[in-house]
């Protein structure tokens, strides 16, 4: 996954071997690194320490600090402020300890406690959805990247270790960038989610028929996100983009007896792909406006 670092390798502690620290602690091991300690509070936690960092020892958050020249904090967006002024509280951390996040919501400003006790701080966060599972090991990704500028050309080893690449987010970007990738890949499964449950409902379907939903909707799936990806806007197809506001109509019909957050993710999706092929010029604004009515609250009752 990633070349052996040819500088003196560091001493790592990574506090939370939940799914992304313990993929880091492994993929750092890996590249040269010790990691010399982690720390683990749930059952699973724990297991997934022993089994992608098997021989590295458990132990509290403070403990873990004192034994890093490499500090990785890899906990939940809402509890790394505390953690921060916990450890900088303690002394545990050393003058001159690399202390990185991987939060993306959050950039330097939450490390803020450390970086008063003498830390290098660094906000390292993998642009990269992870079960768990020893797969994780091979997805490469991007790393949104906000450091100092003493602090760049460490951020940018570190993230080489990791067999990524650079994108570098301001301080005042990273709250941005984070809700981008959130509302792109997390909302991405709850809408994949909801159409596989439209589809297993769909009872002209025979129990021994050949195709599965997700059979029916991968293909799909996977050509419109390369296309989107590729094209942007270019890629809207289907009947809001063509204007077919019977179409639309029907659909709306069709799920009145649907998961009303089914629906309601449905009405808000057809407007805002009618704005964007609108501005996109796909649509005249007359035919986006029948588009917008045709899913408007005082019609859906939403």
Known sequence: MQNVVQRPALSVGIVGAGRVGSVVGATLRSAGHEIAAVSARSDASVLRAATTLPGVPVLAPTEVAGRADLLV???????????????????????????????????????EALTRAGARPIALHPA????????????????????????RETAEALVKDLGGSVLWVDED????????????ANHLVTLVAQSLELLRGVATVPADADATPADVLRPLLEAALANALALGDAALSG??????????????????????????????????????AERDERLDARTADAVRDAVSPQRVGV
């Open 173 to 184: 970007d990273r709250v941005r960038y984070h809700a981008a990738l959130a509302h792109g």
């Open 128 to 151: 990269m959805t992870f079960t768990g599972a020893t797969d994780d090991l091979d997805r490469a990704c991007v790393w949104g990247l906000t450091a100092d500028d003493a602090e």
């Open 73 to 111: 904090l890899a906990v939940p967006d809402d509890a790394l402020v505390a953690l921060s002024e916990e450890l900088a509280g303690s002394g545990a951390v050393r003058p001159g300890t690399i202390v990185a996040h991987t939060s993306g919501r959050h950039g330097l400003a939450a490390l």
């Open 239 to 276: 009947p809001v983009a063509r204007g077919d506001v019977t179409t639309v109509r029907a659909h709306v019909d069709a799920l009145e007896h649907a998961p009303a957050s089914t629906r309601d993710a449905y009405v808000a999706m057809a407007r805002a792909t009618a704005d964007r």
